[in-house]
């Protein structure tokens, strides 16, 4: 027992946070969205012998998230439950690497015990990113922190002498690099400490973790090196015109839309706040923290160690300048600020710890308020009508509810191919286990349409292979009225028909492309 007994608080935390993760999840909290399908599809296709090196029509997010999710389904089954039930312990290994993590630098083990907790129970940010399975920003973070703890041991420990930690330090990175690019802000404060502590004997070892690096990250090179950088052209902002932003721009995405997602304060879809009473408490708790935990010396009061001061505080500083001159600072969601949830708990965690010190019910009350400031928001938006979305438009900002109807009426009609948009497209494709197969080619926000839209070229063959289609719109009555005059002014016949948020117009004389309509592929927006 006595042996169990240090681990009690993480595995109480672990089992919350599989409770909370399967609540979102039975109760539909989370939107199954076209960012998710793309990787479903992915998974599966990958069962089906077909290998991809990025996200479908994208340079800059690898696909490991998708060999992931086909292991899964492997073991699961494939369906969108079992692809967010193997979140499962890509998440446990989150909080446990965090804990190991805050037990390394803290000479005070309880600050790992709170940390553990206060990822158990996570805002609003991470539980809509990390519930699915959207993208690689779970391995993104498993990875990257064990960057940091990795890097830590090798750099200011005795285990840098362990050749296999130097090795495994620089898979970690190169599969992070892969990933995501934005993880080089992992491994760039580790790098700049090993120059500083450089030494000639350790050579080898430089050598090895380099060896690791460009392992883990092969397939990023190796596309690279056949499509002329194309990903270094995205990360630096010099891909399509419209995604230029200076950095200037970008630090304040950083400051006032990531951050206030990344303290809880702001759902991810909202350009406004949480209710007041709620922004007003979590500004105020976080800036409590940060005044006890850097000028009131709590850092210093739960034993966070000197080299450990140096990564952390690096990292932290480096992060906004990493987000501000790369292109991922034009996005104010918050996911990619993702990796900032670690310092955020951390530093929360070191207040609680210090309030206990002075006496345990007040900090047994600042942790309940603490993890409060996450549950309140988190059950307020998964309880509102677009849950726990990512969309920030209303257009595109609905439920999976009228899915399986639509699904449905389009078999029963002959009108699995055609037309709609993105987020219309590839949920229902995977959903009906690519029975149905439109072409995303119609806009979202009309009337801009972007290309970039068409991730999988084999569906916009189907769709403008079928001599039978129809156009499905989702919550843009004044394109509908659009779409029909056009139609009427051409004399085409035409019927319609609305399941939930979804419009379908259907049985055209003819195939009708959207080329015809002004869209499409065959369009130069």
Known sequence: MQRIKPFLPLLGALLVAVARHLILIYSDSVPFTADEAVGALMARHILQGRHMTFFYGQAYMGSLFAYVAAAGFLIIGESVDGMRLWQIPMYLAIIISAWWLARLWFADKRVADITAWLLAVPTVLVNTYLVSKFGNYGE??????????????????????????????????????????????????????????F???????????ATGFFIGSWPWWAYNFQNDWAALHILGG??????RMDPFQRFLNFSLFGMSAVLGIRAPWLRVIYPLPISIAGVWFYLLAAVYAFRMKGLQSAGLREPARRLLGLFTLLFPLIFSISNFGINATGR???????????MVAVLILGLFNQKRIIGAAAMVFALALNIVPTWMSARSPERLTSQFGPAIRFTNDYDEELIEFLIANDLTRGYSNVWVVFPIAFQSG???????????????????????????????????????????????????MWLEEEGLSYREHQIGPYHIFYDFPRALRPEEFGYGDGVTP
């Not at 922190?145 to 620089?170: C, K, P």
């Open 199 to 209: 030494r000639r004997e350790n050579i080898p070892f430089y050598a090895l973790a």
């Open 434 to 484: 690519e029975r149905v197969i439109y072409s995303p080619e119609f806009p979202y926000y009309p009337p801009i349409w972007d290309p970039t839209d068409n991730r999988y070229p084999a569906y916009v063959a189907a769709a403008d292979g079928s001599d039978r289609v129809a156009w499905v719109t989702t919550n843009v009555p004044d394109w509908d009225e659009s779409v029909r």
């Open 238 to 243: 010099l891909g399509r015109p419209e995604d």
């Open 336 to 346: 990619y600020l993702l990796p900032l949830a670690l310092p955020a708990a951390l």
């Open 140 to 197: 993104i973070l498993l990875l990257g922190q064990l960057v940091l703890g990795l890097g830590y041991l090798v750099v200011f420990t005795d285990h840098g002498r362990r050749w296999w930690l130097w090795l495994l330090l620089g898979l970690c990175a190169g599969l992070g690099w892969w990933s995501l690019g934005m993880s080089g802000a992992y491994l760039l404060p580790v790098a700049l400490l090993g120059l500083w502590k």
